[in-house]
C-alpha cells in the first residue's frame, strides 16, 4: 500500500485542488446541458488528470502517474476501480457524478487522515 504524505496533506496544500474541481465541474455541469459531448469529454479528461495529480500529490510514492495496481492510501472506497470506470467512458453523465463523488469522498478521506496523522 502506497502510504499518504502527512506534510502533503494540510488543508493549504490540497485546497487548490478542489477549488480547481468546483470550477472545473461546473463547466462539465454546463457542457452536460448543452448536450456538447466532445466539451464535455475534454473537460472531464482534465477533471481526471486533476484527481490523479491530487492522488499523487497526497501519496508518499515517486511515480508521476497512478500505478492500477497498487493500493493508495488515501483513495476513497473502490477508488480505483471507480476511476477506470470513469476513464473508459469520460464523455458520459454518469461518470461525471462519479468523479464529482470521488472529490467530494477525497476531501473527507483527507480531512480524517489529517486528524489520525
Known amino acids: 500500500m502506497i502510504k499518504v504524505?502527512?506534510?502533503s496533506i494540510i488543508k493549504e496544500a490540497v485546497e487548490p485542488y478542489f477549488d480547481q474541481w468546483n470550477e472545473l465541474s461546473s463547466q462539465i455541469h454546463k457542457a452536460h446541458e448543452l448536450r456538447n459531448g466532445t466539451e464535455a469529454k475534454s473537460l472531464m479528461g482534465?477533471?481526471?488528470q486533476l484527481f490523479e495529480n491530487c492522488i499523487l500529490h497526497c501519496s508518499d510514492s515517486a511515480s508521476q502517474s497512478i500505478v492500477e495496481s497498487e493500493e493508495y492510501?488515501?483513495?476513497p472506497l473502490n477508488g480505483m476501480e471507480r476511476l477506470?470506470?470513469?476513464k473508459?467512458?469520460?464523455g458520459q453523465y454518469a461518470c461525471f457524478r462519479q468523479l464529482d463523488e470521488l472529490f467530494k469522498e477525497?476531501?473527507?478521506?483527507?480531512a480524517r487522515l489529517?486528524?489520525?496523522k
Do not use: A, D
Open 5 to 7: 504524505s502527512s506534510e
Open 46 to 48: 482534465q477533471g481526471i
Open 73 to 75: 492510501e488515501v483513495l
Open 84 to 86: 477506470q470506470f470513469i
Open 88 to 90: 473508459t467512458r469520460p
Open 106 to 110: 477525497l476531501k473527507k478521506r483527507l
Open 114 to 116: 489529517r486528524i489520525k
